[in-house]
């Protein structure tokens, strides 16, 4: 089954488009909780367990989990990973790798080869500076995953580069003589990555008028969600930042048609976490934290994007 | 000690610019000989052995070697990686990890530690499309690091992105306005990403006129290195794409100063799979074919940068 399809499928039946990040992390407050790091004591153990926890209490309300592999690596913890997606696939749970690689040739199909044979997931986040050739071996090896490009970060800083107005030129036109006829139309940066990733999706196979090839925009800037929603017409867009990073549930609509499909809200700490920001819950309860945590999202989302 | 003082310094003693890859494979022709995969079995000491003997051939020859994580995460092989980047300290050879993260905040703090932490390696290759929020955690909390951003890669889809032609706005302006009043300045998106990096590195410790923040520019592109070259001034370029994928000595002759210092010349397959170009070497002797494909590297680009 391809994954876009699936994943149709799990936003309908559960009624939700929140997705949950799996971020470990043990080294701050607003981490897991130390009970679990003392009792088990081995970096895999503690956040398999964790994120076991935390799926056993909130498998049924949403369709999709977002492990961020750098905390793995940090912790040297890819065994935890693995066991992670294992198991979540065994809840029915689609995982989405968030790892954001990015490279060509017979090396992006490593990297492709590692995020779908080795680690075993059904979609991951990529970052297409390289153009079409770090993207092909993806699209050509394995299409029934999902892959979700980056166009508009969340950061503040995304404008540094992503903000800048440009264009694209025919070959061989002489940008002086373009700019003096007044031909040129610029655009953002992003909205010139959200055409490419329009473009490269073309011929791909469609679910419900969605395919695999998705993007990821930040739920920190509605306009340029809105802008890019009308642009990448047949993506499903993974819209991160909500929560913790300010984004609340008016500013996610617009990454949403008017059926309310289209797209993914993920939040990690904010979920994860819950337990620190909420007195109510020991740390003991931090999975029925999660649980109360997307059941508002859940209701605050759906009520804006109408499902 | 600075990455970049190291790095200099060695250039200087062992008179090259070559970084040799360490990009293992074990899946078709050109890969590591059979001999050893036979032998060992595991891909953790298949791969291994086969950089051990690589750098004992060539360790007096190069001053860094840059292992692409991709391979390693493909074969489930990061205890590889690590034995390997150990072994390359104690033959004295430094050691980029090509990775090409990307992330921002905890995340990308949780990559920049597992790459100089976990991995161990000296520098490592970023990918700067979130801006200086993606960098600045590596800059601040690693300075004695390298790092090398990419700018300009050596794919011919490089353009599809790289190549538009853009400009930077200040807040405020309006597009049109700016259009209509002709005093807009063109450039392509690569040079905007080297002005960045410039800007970026303006208050870093520098060695030899160097800081330890570079980029990456292919050799594939003679006159965009030349370009960048002006940009970056206090920038390595770790140049990729010599050898297999076409360029020649001359190509990277743009990347270096005067002195013959500011550029790194990477081959990979060109270099580790050298025995099955020559049919002089059977399999046991690709250390050897490898130490005299180094000989000819350094031979040719020497006579061209001048050192």
């Known amino acids: 089954m391809y994954f876009i399809e699936k994943l149709i499928q799990l936003i309908k039946e559960k009624k939700s ?17 130390n009970y679990l790091i003392n009792e088990l004591n ?39 990973l693995k066991d992670t997606i294992k198991y979540a696939h065994k809840k029915d749970l689609l995982v989405l790798l968030d790892s954001k690689r990015n490279d060509i040739g017979a090396t ?8 779908f044979n080795v680690y075993k997931a059904d979609a991951c986040t990529l970052n297409a500076y390289f153009g079409i050739d770090g993207i092909k071996p993806y699209i050509e090896g394995y299409r029934q995953k999902g892959l979700f490009i980056l ?63 998705g993007v990821v925009v930040g739920a920190t800037f509605p306009q340029e969600l809105k802008e890019i ?4 017409k047949n993506s499903f867009i993974l819209i991160p930042g909500y929560g913790t990073q300010g984004a609340e549930a008016l500013d996610v609509k617009y990454g949403f048609n008017d059926d309310g499909l289209g797209g993914l809200v993920n939040s990690s700490r904010g979920i994860m976490f819950a337990y620190n920001k909420n007195n109510n819950y020991p740390p003991e309860k931090f999975g029925i934290a999660a649980r109360e945590e997307i ?9 804006v994007i109408g499902i």
Chains 1, 2 share one sequence.
């Open 42 to 80: 081995d970096p895999n153990k503690i956040i398999t367990e964790f994120n076991k926890i935390l799926m056993d209490n909130t498998f049924d309300l949403i369709p999709i989990v977002k492990p961020q592999i750098a905390f793995y690596e940090k912790y040297d913890a890819l065994t935890a």
């Open 17 to 33: 488009v929140v997705s949950m990040g799996l971020d470990p992390r043990m080294d701050r407050e607003g981490q897991i909780p």
């Open 151 to 213: 166009v508009k970060t969340s950061n503040p800083s995304s404008r540094d580069f992503q903000d800048l107005y440009s264009v694209r030129l025919e070959k061989g036109s002489d940008i002086n003589v373009e700019l003096e006829k007044k031909s040129i139309k610029l655009e953002r940066n992003y909205a010139q990555m959200a055409k490419l990733v329009q473009n490269w999706g073309r011929d791909l196979r469609q679910f419900s008028g969605f395919h695999g090839l």
């Open 229 to 232: 929603r009308k642009i990448v």
């Open 108 to 115: 992006s199909e490593a990297y492709a080869y590692s995020t």
């Open 295 to 303: 059941i508002k999202m859940n209701a605050n989302i759906n009520k």
